[in-house]
């Protein structure tokens, strides 16, 4: 079986390239021993490949289920390339960082703009919800609530791009301790920001809103670390 190559993309495994010309999201790849005949390699080599696309996220393999394609994410291969260099220097987490700020400001507009207004109107649920627990009598952290804020206005580009890199993001936040933080001083300045921010949007001021999301992550380089960082073990 000869399979149709839409680029050269020669530094693809040929079981990468299998899965590119499939792409149907959820159906089941045919055993391992068909897949070596149609494409030409021994199976050592194709499973291999397999678990390469498994730690890329491109397909999950279950027991008695196979091998299934998953939707296409960045996020995966991010993670481990990403996590991979925090684990040897815990420096390259602010550069991730500042990778993530200028892909939220420079996919405000689009972002904002791609939101229905139910959409925009979440954000302030979230805005709420978030200062319920903050204002409480026993305060708690909204990381769920500040994670869900961000990713939010971007969501609804369908830019599995620009998902990828803001969703590794909040992952590894977490992973290096960030989502701990317990100065309510600060994270009050923080959702202080994010309700002026919402509030922009609401009222169709992006301009506004653009200024605060700019003036907002600077907080996180005032921020000290957590005196105890876990690790990646």
Request: net charge negative.
């Amino acid at each position: 079986m000869i399979l149709p190559e839409r680029q050269n993309l020669t530094f693809l495994s040929p079981f990468l390239k299998y899965l590119a010309t499939i792409q149907k999201e959820g159906d089941s790849l045919p055993p391992l021993t068909v897949i070596s005949e149609q494409l030409g390699i021994s199976l050592a080599s194709l499973r291999e490949q397999l678990e390469v696309a498994r730690a890329l996220g491109l397909v999950e393999v279950r027991p008695r289920v196979g091998i299934r394609i998953l939707p296409y994410s960045l996020k995966p291969a991010l993670l481990q390339s990403a996590g991979f260099a925090i684990q040897m220097d815990e420096a390259y987490f602010s550069q991730f960082s500042d990778l993530r700020k200028q892909v939220e400001t420079g996919f405000w507009y689009q972002g904002v703009r791609s939101m229905s207004p139910a959409d925009r109107q979440l954000l302030l649920t979230l805005v709420e919800r978030a200062e319920e627990k903050l204002n409480g009598t026993s305060p708690q952290i909204p990381h769920e609530e500040h994670r869900e804020l961000h990713l939010s206005m971007y969501r609804k580009l369908n830019n599995p791009f620009v998902m990828g890199v803001l969703e590794a993001y909040w992952d590894l936040y977490e992973a290096v301790g960030l989502a701990y933080y317990t100065d309510m001083t600060y994270l009050c300045r923080v959702w202080n920001y994010h309700r002026r921010m919402v509030e922009a949007i609401l009222n169709d001021d992006l301009d506004l809103g653009f200024q605060l999301l700019i003036e907002h992550a600077g907080l996180l380089t005032e921020r000290q670390r957590p005196d105890v960082v876990p690790r990646f073990e």
